[in-house]
């Protein structure tokens, strides 16, 4: 999957055309909109054209194609304006990416940990799982301070492509248990690196390094049935 807010997650806006429609939905020729995955929330926003706007409240995946689902049951064509909700978008791409910094130090710490789920929520809080049997909880609420010295060291976040065999070679890369982003048509995966931290599959959106986001508090390690840790931690006050 390649997706419009891959290459340019900082255009928030875009002029752009319908491609097809139905009622309350609409195909888009570009979209700035992130469909959700990966914990992930999908973004928010509105669809404008000349003369009315409609709030787009959930994307829906044909392929790798998006159509925007909107809250009135409108039936629009020609050009319009696609703004994604930047408030959402921002707590989601800080939070994403502090869940890179907290699954790498866990990954590191307790050999070679998998994330079994993750969810971001838009009230700046976020939870990792992993499949960690026999962790010590205190262990991993020890964490923080590591977490927040990442952070602090202002590690640049790039986006590389590499062919889904390398996953192979490379341990951790695809680290999620359950779900890995697919491959594009060409065989690619999309690689999140922390330079000098981690390298991970991901199709979500991160900042462009890790001090543009606040740090981190971590709010409670559970137990999840035998196997999984869960991590819930909240962005801090600057
Ligand atoms: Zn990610």
């Known amino acids: 999957m390649r997706y419009f807010c891959h ?9 752009t055309r319908v491609m097809d429609a139905r009622p309350g939905a609409v195909l888009l020729e570009r979209s700035p909109f992130y469909p959700g995955g990966g914990g992930q929330l999908a973004d928010r926003g509105v669809v404008r054209w000349p003369g009315g706007e409609a709030r787009v409240r959930a994307i829906e995946l044909d392929g790798e194609r998006l159509w925007h689902l909107l809250d009135e049951p409108v039936e629009i064509a020609g050009a319009v304006e696609a703004a994604v909700d930047r408030e ?11 869940a890179h910094v907290v699954s790498a130090l866990v ?5 070679g940990a998998l994330i079994t789920g993750a969810q971001l929520n838009a009230d700046g809080t976020a939870r990792v799982d992993f499949d960690l049997p026999d962790a010590d909880n205190d262990r991993l609420r020890a964490l923080e301070p590591a977490i927040n010295d990442v952070i602090g060291q202002d590690l640049a976040v790039r986006h590389v ?13 695809l680290r999620s248990r359950s779900v890995a982003p697919p491959p594009s048509a060409d065989g690619l995966v999309r690689i999140v690196e922390i330079v000098g931290l981690d390298r991970q599959a991901c199709g979500g959106t991160h900042l462009g390094s890790t001090r543009q986001s606040r740090p981190v508090r971590i709010l ?8 999984n840790r869960r991590i819930r931690f909240a962005l801090a006050e600057r």
């Open 161 to 173: 492509y590499a062919p889904v065999t390398d996953a192979a070679t490379e341990p951790g890369l």
């Open 7 to 15: 290459d340019q997650p900082d255009v928030l806006t875009v002029e």
């Open 107 to 111: 990954f590191r710490e307790f050999r």
């Open 88 to 98: 959402l978008r921002a707590v989601m791409t800080e939070l994403h990416t502090d």
């Open 220 to 227: 409670k390690v559970d137990n999840k049935g035998r196997h």
